[in-house]
């Protein structure tokens, strides 16, 4: 079974707008942390944003927040004002505890295009 | 340096060659992680190393890959025998292994095409 889901391939948002890009996850473990990396036309890989499973707030950092449902098991990330520099692939992830507290497991991935 | 360096940035090889493709994480980074990105697809994890013992190999995709690490410091990824779908993007992530957030930062990726 699929452990993060992102059910959106490609997006396009204007310029200044906010924008959502969904993520579902699936995990029995209590103790777990989600990530968000953005993948720019130039492949790397860049960290955004964490979110706990026991964080009691949501993580915000920026124009990133992340919109952390945890009995819906979804971590939705939302960019605010949007920037052409927006522009790339969005990465969801998790780190599940116990032995495996090491591995990231990715979705898909969500492209964004923002338009002028 | 300042963040995960990759090398080469490229590589082309012809079907049954080998390659090598190597790492320097982030300086004072314990842990070391190997991924591979098929194109249009998320990433896979292959191999980490705590210092230079690689726990979890479990990702590995066949007994063609093989890592190594020197102390905590450079990691070379191998693939003998190259096949056409093990062309992809292979990345490379460093972090410190602390509790917590524990964020895995990664490098720019070697791009290899087999022919």
């Known amino acids: 079974a699929q452990k993060i889901t992102q059910t959106q391939p490609g997006m396009f948002v204007q310029e200044k707008e906010a924008v959502t890009l969904d993520c579902t996850y699936d995990t029995s473990d209590p103790s777990y942390g989600l990530f968000w990396y953005k993948q720019p036309s130039s492949g790397e890989m860049i960290f955004l944003i964490y979110q706990g499973s026991y964080d009691q707030q949501n993580a915000t950092e920026g124009r990133y927040s992340l919109n952390f449902q945890k009995a819906r098991k979804s971590a939705n990330l939302v960019i605010s004002a949007s920037q052409l520099g927006d522009s790339a692939m969005y990465f969801c992830?998790?780190?599940?505890?116990?032995?495996?507290?090491?591995?990231?497991?990715f979705g898909a991935g969500t492209t964004v295009t923002v338009r002028a | 340096g300042a963040g995960v360096s990759q090398s080469p940035s490229n590589k082309v090889t012809e079907k049954g060659k080998d390659v090598e493709l190597r790492c320097d994480p982030i300086?004072?980074?314990?842990?070391l992680y190997w991924y591979r990105q098929r194109l249009g697809q998320g990433l896979e994890f292959l191999i980490y190393f705590q210092g230079n013992s690689a726990p979890d190999k479990s990702g590995l995709p066949s007994d063609r890959f093989s890592a190594e690490r020197t102390g905590e410091s450079v990691s070379t990824l191998t693939i003998q025998r190259t096949q056409q779908e093990d062309s992809a993007v292979y990345l490379c992530?460093?972090?410190?292994?602390?509790?917590?957030?524990?964020?895995?930062?990664f490098g720019p990726g070697t791009r290899l095409t087999v022919l």
């Open positions: 992530a460093s972090s410190l292994r602390l509790a917590g957030s524990d964020t895995q930062y």
């Open positions: 992830a998790m780190r599940e505890g116990g032995s495996n507290d090491y591995k990231l497991s």
């Open positions: 300086s004072g980074h314990t842990a």
